[in-house]
T-cell receptor, first 114, second 115 residues
Framework: KQEVTQIPAALSVPEGENLVLNCSFT??????LQWFRQDPGKGLTSLLL?????REQTSGRLNASLDKSSGRSTLYIAASQPGDSATYLC?????????????FGTGTQLKVEL | NAGVMQNPRHLVRRRGQEARLRCSPM?????VYWYRQLPEEGLKFMVY????????ESGMPKERFSAEFPKEGPSILRIQQVVRGDSAAYFC?????????????FGDGTRLSIL
């Protein structure tokens, strides 16, 4: 059974700092891994999707890496801003057939302070 | 707004009543997924549907819960005889295909509260 863990559970940093969020998963047989952000009372916004054959993806100040063999992914946020404050979720799409079913971690709650 | 639309945003029911949650996928998407987020827990997969077909319902509770995605109209998640433990945020997502490299796009969710 796939289990996804995110560390830390919560993080508070001053504005401008670079930071790393961690995600680990127990079953390396995955198709892809997706990072989302969730704002309070809102749905999920997709940030980056990394295919199992890829090592990293970049979008603006965000960079996500994937090491499938060790079951780890990191989300790097450069020059953090207060608007980055949200809960960040990683989700893996496992290699079992039956379609596109995501297994989520419990998230990292990020607060970027002025 | 071409995104995934869920309604209602908030739904209050008394124990024993029925709850119906609706989801309209993004334009051009024919694959719908329902997830549940219980308080202080992560999102858990419930069911995956294509038009008129349930593909995977391995995450659905065995009783009281059902889902459909008719040929016309939105996908419906139906909960009969609701209990306090059904209080949660229910999220719908859609994708353009069932292949595993299509990203899922999420709606804003329905917050269900059971009195």
């Amino acid at each position: 059974k796939q289990e996804v863990t995110q560390i830390p559970a919560a993080l508070s940093v001053p504005e401008g700092e670079n930071l790393v969020l961690n995600c680990s998963f127990t079953d390396s047989a995955i198709y892809n891994l997706q990072w989302f952000r969730q704002d309070p009372g809102k749905g999920l916004t997709s940030l980056l999707l990394i295919q199992s054959s890829q090592r990293e993806q970049t979008s603006g100040r965000l960079n996500a890496s994937l090491d499938k063999s060790s079951g780890r992914s990191t989300l790097y946020i450069a020059a953090s801003q207060p608007g980055d404050s949200a809960t960040y979720l990683c989700a893996v799409n496992r290699l079992t057939g039956g379609g596109n079913k995501l297994t989520f971690g419990t998230g990292t709650q990020l607060k970027v302070e002025l | 707004n071409a995104g995934v639309m869920q309604n209602p945003r908030h739904l209050v029911r008394r124990r024993g009543q029925e709850a119906r949650l609706r989801c309209s996928p993004m334009k051009g998407h024919s694959h719908v997924y329902w997830y549940r987020q219980l308080p202080e827990e992560g999102l858990k997969f419930m069911v995956y549907l294509q038009k008129e077909n349930i593909i995977d319902e391995s995450g659905m509770p065995k009783e009281r819960f059902s889902a459909e995605f008719p040929k016309e109209g939105p996908s419906i998640l139906r909960i009969q005889q609701v209990v306090r433990g059904d209080s949660a945020a229910y999220f719908c997502a859609s994708s353009s295909g069932g292949s595993d490299n299509q990203p899922q796009h999420f709606g804003d969710g329905t917050r269900l509260s059971i009195l």
